[in-house]
């Protein structure tokens, strides 16, 4: 690589006035040595260096991303996104993890205001705590009335530009689709009854089995991964199909089955939600609610980078993509 000593000496320029040309200091550089150090840059193929511009303009150039659990393949294409979109426009972004901790997640957001940062990203489920919800929201307020900007990927309970994916709707549309297929002993691996996502899924896809008139389905509540959906998949009891409120969980369902002698979808299918990219090629491939999961992260930035609008908020719809991990019953039976 072409170091920044190198095109100074090729520009006959110190050190630190090739640096005030090439990573965004203010301070002014005249237009005779300015368009020297370029030139030099440019005939050697000198690459801007983003962090440094960063650590000369201050903390305006970055976006504070706070996410729930970044092993999760959820949230690392959603970072991806962001984080795309994000060096598109010249900007850094800093990665915080909550681990589903509320009050960790308001203790970031009040670091990131301290520290400035041009806008700030939340990813993930609200939990049904009003007092915690209070005062996150207050805290996303006081940033703003100092010029930050907010957006979310979740509920619309905030108060600020909000990317709200279909977690209801999609959940129902998948207890449709696999209800078409004959099922009607179904059992729901649920999550955390206080995670809003998992609450939504869970009662989208209860309802539209009530809508069909089939009987209610067994619902297992644990955590909210691989572990949680292993557990889970143990008291499914004789349900001849399983949707898990995530794909993680059906993972661990997966793995359960497999460990208990029983074959998907030959003896149980299984479903999630989100369509993690690391599960496509999984076999069997995994039926599931397809969320365009880089795309939310990116427009939740762009989003937030709009100048002065009132608060947006946009709903993605879910697709469900049926794969072989399900399949067809037959008067009773699997076909």
Avoid: W
Wanted: a negative charge.
């Amino acid at each position: 690589m072409v170091t920044l000593e190198e095109v100074a000496k090729l520009a006959g320029v110190s050190l630190a006035t090739a640096s005030r040309v090439l990573n965004g200091s203010t301070r002014q550089v005249g237009a005779g040595l300015r368009s020297r150090v370029e030139q030099a840059a440019d005939q050697l193929g000198y690459r801007t260096n983003v962090a440094a511009q960063t650590l000369a303009k201050g903390a305006s150039n970055v976006i504070g991303l706070v996410v729930h659990d970044l092993t999760d393949p959820y949230f690392a294409a959603l970072a991806d996104g962001v984080m795309r979109a994000a060096e598109g426009e010249g900007l850094l972004v800093m990665v915080g993890t909550t681990h589903r901790d509320p009050e960790r997640e308001i203790a970031y957001v009040a670091t990131l205001h301290t520290q400035r940062v041009r806008a700030v990203l939340l990813a993930g489920s609200r939990v049904a705590d009003p007092d915690s919800t209070a005062r996150l929201k207050a805290e996303l307020e006081n940033y703003r009335q100092a010029g930050g900007h907010v957006a979310v990927i979740g509920q619309d309970l905030l108060g600020v530009d909000t990317v709200a994916p279909g977690n209801r709707a999609g959940a129902a549309a998948l207890a449709r689709e696999l209800a078409a297929l004959g099922h009607t002993r179904f059992a729901v691996l649920a999550g955390p009854e206080r995670l809003l996502t998992a609450r939504d899924r869970c009662e989208g896809f209860t309802a539209a089995l009530a809508e069909l008139g089939l009987p209610a389905p067994r619902v297992i509540h644990g955590a909210f991964d691989r572990d949680g959906g292993h557990a889970a998949a143990q008291e499914s009891g004789e349900a001849t199909c399983v949707f898990a409120v995530n794909d993680v969980m059906a993972v661990g369902a997966l793995a359960a089955y497999r460990e208990r002698g029983l074959r998907v979808p030959e003896d149980v299918s299984v479903a999630g939600f989100d369509d993690i990219s690391t599960l496509r090629d999984h076999v069997p491939a995994l039926t599931t609610v397809r969320l365009p999961l880089a795309a939310m992260g990116a427009r939740a930035l762009e989003l937030a980078l709009r100048p002065g609008e009132e608060p947006r908020v946009e709903r993605v719809t879910g697709e469900v993509v049926l794969r072989e991990s399900v399949r067809a019953l037959e008067e009773g039976k699997v076909r």
